[in-house]
């Protein structure tokens, strides 16, 4: 194999959800890099594959992270796994690919399983446009603050929170950003996954009466603009493409939806925007 680092995304909960290609690679790199090695042996084992284990998590990522770009320097390779999912998303992988990157190392991407995507999909929500937040500040003032800064947010929210922060969390979240549309999943791609499609307010009832368990994926309706936040209907076409721009839309989106939204056709739209 050629030295590399080889991001190899594992199952989130069905150990039949890891890719063939994702196994040639664990049984053929020098070193396997993992987020906690005592998880990963597990995962190895099933799969009969024996190969040197070492951690790297987010209390050694910046002194492991150095020995790893070291002996992938010195033309070994390296597999990155993460305990679930893919490498690099809410993990300290995004450190050691960006120091692979700064250091002209060469790096491989190899697709997965991802919790979030799973839940995106299966929530039945609005999937076309949505807004990964992972986990928000363990302190409640930050995480007010973060909320506060999100909750005009068009798209579809994705929170990742623990179980003994989600009556918390959903309370803040029914204060800042009102009783929106939620799914609450878990136990994904397991024998008990469950989504609980409902509203925040009903989500904070059902909680005071069942304790939370398990790690836990929110999925939000995005949020709406009203008359005292400066409406889109106020604006005219180029300012509202303009708008949408500055929440996130790509320019080609804006214009298709500026368009929609005022019965015009797109090319009359994006003549009037053609210097953005």
Do not use: W
Not at 5 to 34: Q, S, W
Not at 171 to 194: H, P, Q, V, W
Not at 254 to 263: L, S
């Amino acid at each position: 194999m050629e030295s590399k680092l080889y991001i190899c995304p594992t199952p989130i909960g069905n150990l039949e959800d890891i890719t063939f290609r994702t196994l040639k690679v664990l049984k053929e790199v020098d070193l396997i890099a993992a987020e906690d090695t005592r998880h990963t042996i597990k995962l190895l084992n099933h799969f009969d594959i024996s190969k040197p284990l070492t951690s790297y998590h987010e209390h050694n990522k910046k002194s492991k992270g150095d020995i790893l770009i070291e002996r992938l320097q010195n033309g070994e390779t390296i597999a990155l796994v993460s305990d679930a999912g893919m490498p690099g998303i809410s993990d300290p992988g995004e450190d050691l690919i960006r120091l692979c990157i700064e250091k002209n190392i060469e790096v491989e991407v190899l697709p997965g399983a991802s919790a979030f995507v799973v839940a995106l999909v299966g929530s039945g929500m609005q999937t076309d446009k949505f807004v990964f937040e992972g986990f928000l500040d363990r302190d409640k003032k930050k995480k007010k603050k973060r909320l506060e800064e999100i909750k005009n947010e068009l798209r579809t929210l994705i929170i990742y929170e623990s179980p003994h922060r989600l009556k918390e969390t959903l309370k803040l979240m029914n204060d800042i950003l009102g009783n929106r549309k939620i799914a609450i999943c878990r136990e994904l791609t397991k024998k008990y996954e469950s989504y609980f499609r409902t509203t925040v307010q009903e989500a904070i009832e059902h909680y005071e009466q069942n304790s939370p368990r398990g790690e836990y994926i929110l999925i939000i309706e995005g949020g709406t603009f009203s008359e005292e936040q400066n409406t889109y209907e106020e604006l005219n076409e180029r300012e509202y493409v303009e708008n949408l721009i500055e929440e996130g839309y790509t320019k080609k989106d804006a214009v298709k939806e500026v368009a929609k939204k005022r019965g015009l056709k797109k090319d009359i739209v994006y003549k009037l925007t053609l210097d953005l």
